[in-house]
Antibody, heavy 123, light 107 residues
């Protein structure tokens, strides 16, 4: 069964750092672009960052560019999100999601999601 | 950035009724639009991509239409499990953006 499992969410102070992980199973991880999407409590979905299957290209929302870094280790079937200079407004449930298409294409439609990991930024 | 506007914010209907949800883009996204369903405590699920193509395993009662700036998700006859929040998402131009969602609740 295809599955994505996020981890690493925690309580962090403003200005602090966290690294989120997303472990993939049941899929050929390197064949798919991957995306992080977040959802603040009681709010809608917000795209955060995306990365191509080989990790050669990345894309960021303006709200996180320069603070967050998306990366992947295809040998470990794992996606990462390094989050630095955290702000209160980064508080959210962070989902990782798989692209619907196979490399070299990326359609940026998300057909498999994890259950999310909660990041809380507060002093 | 392309802004997606969804209407109505809330749709109150009974099981068996037809649901029509709207998503409007601030500029053309051609047909590069998807719809997701999210139930409380669950991750979103892809329903429709490229405006009108059903994702794998999605029942035929879900259909999408539209192009350019105006899109519609139709649920032909609501089942109890369809009461949820629905989001549209565009992939035409970076950044990827989502609409604010339409909540379909039980009347």
């Amino acid at each position: 069964e295809a599955q994505l499992v996020e981890s690493g969410g925690d309580l962090a102070q403003p200005g602090g750092s966290l690294r989120l992980s997303c472990a993939a199973s049941g899929i050929t991880f390197s064949n798919h672009a991957m995306t992080w999407v977040r959802q603040a409590p009681g709010k809608g979905l917000e795209w955060v960052a995306s990365i191509y299957g080989l990790g050669d290209s990345t894309f960021y929302a303006d709200s996180v560019r320069g603070r967050f870094t998306v990366s992947r280790d295809n040998s470990e079937n794992t996606l990462y999100l390094q989050m630095n200079s955290l702000r209160v407004e980064d508080t959210a449930l962070y989902y990782c999601a798989k692209d619907q298409q196979l490399v070299p294409l990326a359609y940026w439609y998300l057909d498999l999601w994890g259950r999310g990991t909660l990041v809380t930024v507060s002093s | 950035e392309i802004v997606l506007t969804q209407s109505p914010a809330t749709l109150s209907l009974s099981p068996g009724e037809r649901a029509t949800l709207s998503c409007r883009a601030s500029q053309s996204v051609t047909y590069y639009l998807a719809w997701y369903q999210q139930k409380p405590g669950q991750a979103p699920r892809l329903l429709i991509y490229d405006a009108s193509s059903r994702a794998t395993g999605i029942p035929a009662r879900f259909s999408g239409s539209g192009s350019g700036t105006d899109f519609t998700l139709t649920i032909s006859s609501l089942e109890p499990e369809d009461f949820a929040v629905y989001y549209c998402q565009q992939r035409a131009i970076w950044p990827l953006t989502f609409g604010p969602g339409t909540k379909v609740d039980i009347k």
